[in-house]
C-alpha cells in the first residue's frame, strides 16, 4: 500500500514536473513546427496560465492564430508582444500583416511630425528600461562629480567635466523617454473580437449607430459605463461599444 501511494506520488510530482511553462512552451513551439497550430495554441495559452509572460509566448501565439485566420486572436497577441518589446521590427511586420485582413479601413488621424520621432526613438525600450537607464546615468554622473572634486590632474578633471555633462544629458534624455513611455502604457486600446458589432451614440442598445466594425478592429478604450466602454476609433470619432464584444490589451 506505501508502495502504491509512493508511485502515485512520484506520477503526480512527475507530470507536474513535466507542464512547466518552458516545457509548454517547446511542445508548443514543435507543434507549431509541424503545422498543428489548434495543438500549438491550447500548449502557448497553457503557458501563459501557468505563469510564463514573455512577448515570444505571445508572438507565437499571435502567429499561430494567423495561420489558422483567426484575425482578432492573432492581432491582440501581436499587441501585447509589441507592449512588452515595443522594437521588434518582427513584432511589428507580423502585425502589419494581420491587420491588412481587417475588413474595416478608417483612415487615422495624422500625427505631427514630432510626435513621430518621440513615438520612434521611446519604443526603442520600454519605459521600464529606460528608467533604469536615467537611474544609471545618474549614479555615474554622481561618481563622476566625485572624481571631479577630488582629482589633482588637469586631464582628469576635464574629462571628469564632460563627463558629468553627458551623465546629465542621459538622465534627463532617458527620464524623459521613461516618462512619455510610461504615459503611452497608461492609454487603453482594446481589439474587437465580435465578428460585427455595431458602435452606438450612447450607452445602451436603442441609440443611434454610428459605425459598425469587425473582428480585428483597434479601438482606444477612455472610459466604461456598466456594461459599455467610450470608445475613439482611429479617425476621433467616439461611441460607445458593449464591453463582450472587445477585449483590452493589458
Given at each position: 500500500m ?13 507530470f ?5 511553462p ?6 508548443a ?6 503545422g498543428?497550430?489548434?495543438n500549438?495554441?491550447s500548449?502557448?495559452?497553457k ?7 514573455a ?5 507565437n501565439?499571435?502567429n ?6 483567426r ?13 512588452l518589446?515595443?522594437g ?5 511586420y ?7 485582413m481587417k475588413l474595416?479601413?478608417?483612415e487615422?488621424?495624422?500625427?505631427n511630425?514630432?510626435?513621430?520621432i518621440k513615438?520612434r526613438?521611446?519604443?526603442i525600450?520600454?519605459?521600464d528600461?529606460?528608467a533604469w537607464i536615467?537611474?544609471?546615468s545618474?549614479i555615474?554622473g554622481f561618481l ?8 589633482k590632474?588637469a586631464?582628469?578633471?576635464?574629462l571628469?567635466?564632460?563627463g ?12 524623459y523617454?521613461a516618462?512619455?513611455?510610461?504615459r503611452?502604457?497608461?492609454?487603453k ?5 465580435n ?16 459605425i ?5 478592429s483597434k479601438v ?9 466602454y ?5 479617425d ?12 483590452v490589451?493589458?
Open positions: 506505501k508502495r502504491l501511494i509512493l508511485y502515485i506520488f512520484i506520477l503526480i510530482f512527475g507536474g514536473f513535466a507542464q512547466t518552458e516545457s509548454l512552451f517547446n511542445k513551439n514543435a507543434a507549431y513546427k509541424k498543428d497550430y489548434q500549438a495554441i500548449l502557448y495559452e503557458a501563459l496560465q501557468s505563469g510564463k509572460v512577448p515570444e509566448i505571445y508572438f501565439l499571435g499561430a492564430y494567423y495561420k489558422s485566420n484575425i482578432a486572436p492573432s492581432i491582440y497577441y501581436y499587441e501585447k508582444a509589441l507592449k518589446k515595443p521588434d521590427e518582427d513584432i511589428r507580423n502585425l502589419q500583416l494581420a491587420n491588412q474595416d479601413k478608417i487615422k488621424v495624422p500625427e511630425i514630432l510626435l513621430r513615438k526613438i521611446n519604443r525600450f520600454n519605459y528600461t529606460w536615467a537611474v544609471i545618474a555615474a563622476i562629480f566625485g572624481l571631479f572634486l577630488f582629482t590632474q586631464n582628469t578633471k576635464r571628469a567635466f564632460v558629468m555633462f553627458i551623465s546629465l544629458f542621459l538622465l534627463i534624455f532617458a527620464w523617454n516618462d512619455f513611455g510610461y503611452l502604457s497608461q492609454v486600446y482594446g481589439i474587437v473580437f465578428p460585427k458589432t455595431e458602435l452606438m451614440t450612447e450607452p445602451n442598445l436603442t441609440s443611434d449607430v454610428v459598425s466594425l469587425h473582428e480585428g482606444q478604450v477612455l472610459k466604461n459605463d456598466g456594461d459599455w467610450l470608445v475613439k476609433l482611429p476621433g470619432k467616439k461611441a460607445w461599444l458593449p464591453k463582450e464584444d472587445v477585449r490589451i493589458k
